[in-house]
């Protein structure tokens, strides 16, 4: 029997190894003019090319099966095409139209590779185009370009992304398809991952636990790395932005290359910021933070799979604005001396597929260690803990048609708490937790306009954790706990293309959270507040339903979303109404029974007559209530945002310029948790300008913008520091400076 396996999987491989793919094509406009330049990319094997200036391409070592190909020209809308490839060349000759509309992209959030048109649940994709996206020092604020997305922040270096409502850890965050783990508990911990290195930003709205469990009740966030160069190029760049609001400096370079089976590419970024400035010209006292970044990959890709390593180093450097540092800094500085926060994180990611006959194996696993630091006084270390993380995953691409996908798949993750060097403050006890996942998932197509999509999967998850101090000691004696969690989730839901240009999506998903150690075992003072957690509870439970039309023409198009998430036993921190000896306020962890519901719309028009102008508007709205009819903490104001931008291929000096006028208007927020207060509603005033300068045959990209220019004095709803009465970001203005080589 043994003699049989190894003669079967000799004859796949042999197969595999055999089969001479190619596709070779040529890419042309409406009017049948070569396109020089032409992106072709396969997402699965992560290799691409580009047109020659003929418009001809080559892509050569492909796997047999069914691959999808995408096809991009800037101002020229995308293709995707599906083909099946069975050992022959193939020809595929490619005509793309130009639009002024942003066009649907191959995303891999889902599941799989698809577009986003294909999947039952909304993908959003944020473009990090330096002339689209928003300046600013910190990089969550760009993600709130998106309608649905929100940020709590305290201050321009610690920032947490919001998601309809739900935040910390009801949002799960991936670094390029990596479960992130860097003590996300908390809204005074950072987001940790910079923008550099990353080409855009895949965001989930909504429960997304079939596919990534726990932690993925609000959405997912899931920042994917940039492509490798073209085959037989070398190609990099150089970063520089200058902010005026917090005198803040980031350097970023880049450099990457690949030949027809092997890529890599290395980059290395810094940024130093001084306290910033609220509106009205007042500094944030040790609201400074400094960063420095290396990252690295290599990867070699043939017709039997594509392997990929990752290496991701951040270090951060983050003041805290707590009443002990208000008080003892007096000038405003870029250096951490005292009350800060230090996060050094390294990530080691190993992501592997392999093409086996018609069956796709994706094979990943990562290690990720976080050490987190709180100083006080200089040189005096509050707490050192070190988080240790190993995640694994193994899916299995069942043979499928152009109309189909059937995945089955197993996920896990081991990771361990350590407190060090016996600390003054232990936040969190020395723990152990281990999660185990087994899923499926399949999607099929009826009459090329019907899709449908749906899966269950099932996930064990155990905690343990350690005994700190001594029974006898009833305040600060915490019992060592042993907690098991079993869930099932799954999502059933569909997508109809009506026609070309409309397209109607529904979706239900069931989703699940385990309590997270810090609202297990707190049990000390946190910054402002202590905080005591409670081993009792139970895992939150959501059930949402999602329902979205999309309609788009050559110059317009409209998206209306919206949704009602019911969680059942829904965890948060509230005041107890007491304080501690020494005055500090009290909260503990609790759980009740809550519903959120909103939605978003979004209208953007490129008039035919005026080709050169772009308009685009977007609301969101989402309210979240307890059972009792309190509200929930942390849930962000109705919001509007409005942009008018114009483009012109060649403005005096400049090409492909552009110049952008943004506003954005937070209504008032009545509706507060019992700890919160109500916040006024604001309007901010953005521009930005900019385009590309030919030096030679080298394009330099430069842009100014001024965020808050009016200098408006406001407070967010979700900004931590309305606890110490500070204000927001006060008028900033941008320098950003991309040189490509």
């Known amino acids: 029997m043994k003699n049989i396996f190894i003669i079967c999987f000799m004859v796949i491989m042999y197969n595999t190894i055999n089969a001479q793919n190619k596709i070779t094509g040529k890419i ?23 047109s020659n200036n003929n418009g001809n391409y080559e892509l050569l070592n492909l796997p047999k099966g069914k691959i999808k190909i995408q096809f991009s020209f800037l ?20 005509k793309l139209k130009q639009t002024s509309i942003e066009a649907e992209e191959i995303v891999i959030s889902g599941g799989y590779n698809s577009t986003q048109h294909d999947n039952a649940v909304k993908i959003d994709v944020l473009k990090l185009n330096l002339s689209e996206i928003k300046s600013t020092p ?21 920032s947490k992304p919001v998601i309809r409502g739900l935040s910390m850890n009801d949002i799960l965050v991936l670094n390029n398809g990596v479960r992130f783990e860097n003590y996300q508990y908390s809204s005074h911990h950072p987001l940790g991952i910079d923008e550099f290195g990353i080409e855009d930003v895949e965001i989930i709205k909504g429960p997304a636990s079939l ?76 609201s400074r933070f400094n960063e420095l970044s290396i990252k690295a990959n290599s990867g070699y890709t043939d017709k039997i799979g594509t392997f990929k390593l990752f290496y991701d180093f951040n270090n951060q450097k983050l003041g805290l604005v707590e ?36 069956y796709k194996l994706d094979v ?34 069942l043979p499928s048609k152009e109309n189909s996908e059937y ?12 407190n060090l060097n016996d600390r003054e403050t232990k936040l969190l006890p020395d723990a152990a937790t281990n999660n185990y996942s087994a899923f499926c998932l399949l999607q099929y197509t009826f009459f090329k306009k019907l899709k449908f999509q749906t899966g269950v999967r099932y996930d064990y998850k155990s905690i343990s954790t350690h005994a700190i101090g001594l029974p006898t000691d009833t305040i600060t004696y915490r019992a060592s ?73 050559d110059n317009f198009t409209i998206d209306i979303a919206g949704f009602y998430n019911i969680v059942s036993n829904y965890i948060f921190i509230s005041p107890t109404g007491d304080t501690t000896n020494s005055g500090i306020n009290i909260f503990r962890y609790k759980q009740a029974n809550s519903f959120l519901f909103g939605g978003e719309a979004g209208l953007h028009v490129h008039p035919k007559s005026i080709k050169w102008i772009h308009f685009e508007t977007t609301f969101s709205s989402v309210i979240g209530k307890q059972e009792n009819g309190n509200y929930l903490p942390f849930v962000p104001a109705h919001k509007l945002h409005f942009e008018l931008r114009a483009e012109k291929e060649k403005l005096l000096f400049l090409q492909k310029t552009f110049i952008s006028i943004n506003t954005c208007t937070a209504l008032d927020q009545n509706n507060a948790a019992p700890d919160e207060t109500s916040t006024k509603g604001y309007t901010l005033l953005d521009l930005s300008v900019g385009g590309n300068i030919k030096m030679k045959n080298q394009f330099i990209f430069l842009s100014i913008s001024a965020n808050n220019i009016l200098d408006k004095k406001y407070i967010d709803h979700l900004s931590t520091l309305k606890e110490v009465n500070l204000y927001n970001p006060g008028r900033n203005i941008t320098l950003s400076l991309k040189i490509p080589f």
């Not at 809308?77 to 490619?94: A, D, H, Q, Y």
């Not at 990562?366 to 190993?390: D, P, S």
């Open 323 to 358: 009443d002990e540092a208000i008080e003892e800094i007096t000038k405003r500085g870029r250096e951490n001396k005292i009350w800060y926060q230090e996060l050094n994180t390294h990530l080691l990611s190993s992501q592997n597929k392999l093409y086996i006959g018609r």
């Open 75 to 94: 101002g020229y809308t995308n293709r995707i095409e599906t083909v099946e490839l069975n050992g022959k060349s193939l020809e595929l000759n490619i």
């Open 364 to 397: 990943n696993s990562a290690y990720q260690n976080t050490e987190l630091i709180h100083f006080g006084e200089v040189g005096i270390f509050e707490i050192q803990m070190k988080l240790a993380t190993l995640t694994y995953e193994a899916k299995l691409h």
């Open 481 to 553: 706990i042993d907690k098991y969690f079993g869930s099932f989730s799954g999502s059933f839901g569909a997508t109809y293309n009506f026609s070309e240009k409309l397209l109607f999506r529904a979706n239900f998903a069931a989703a699940y959270r385990t309590p997270n150690l810090a609202e297990l075992t707190s049990n000390g003072q946190h910054e402002l507040r202590y905080e005591i957690g409670d081993h009792d509870l139970v895992p939150e439970n959501a059930y949402e339903t999602d329902l979205s039309i999309h309609y788009h023409k």
């Open 28 to 50: 042309t406009d409406q009017d049948n003019l070569p396109l020089r330049g032409a992106t072709i990319f396969i997402p699965d094997m992560n290799k691409g090319t580009v």
């Open 407 to 418: 995945i089955i798949g197993f996920q896990g993750f081991n990771q361990t708490n350590t």
């Open 138 to 158: 910190n990089f969550s604020e760009v993600l709130t370009q998106v309608p649905g997305v929100d940020m709590i922040s305290k201050g321009s270096g610690v």
């Open 211 to 286: 596919l990534y469990g726990s932690d993925a009740i609000g959405g997912v966030i899931n920042f994917i790395k940039e492509k490798p160069a073209p085959i037989g190029r070398i190609i990099g760049d150089y970063n520089m932005q200058l902010f005026s609001n917090t005198l803040g400096m980031t350097n970023n370079l880049g450099i990457k290359g690949a030949s027809k089976k092997f890529f890599g590419g290395f980059r290395v970024g810094q940024k130093t910021n001084a306290d910033f400035l609220q509106g009205g010209g007042a500094f944030v006292p040790n």
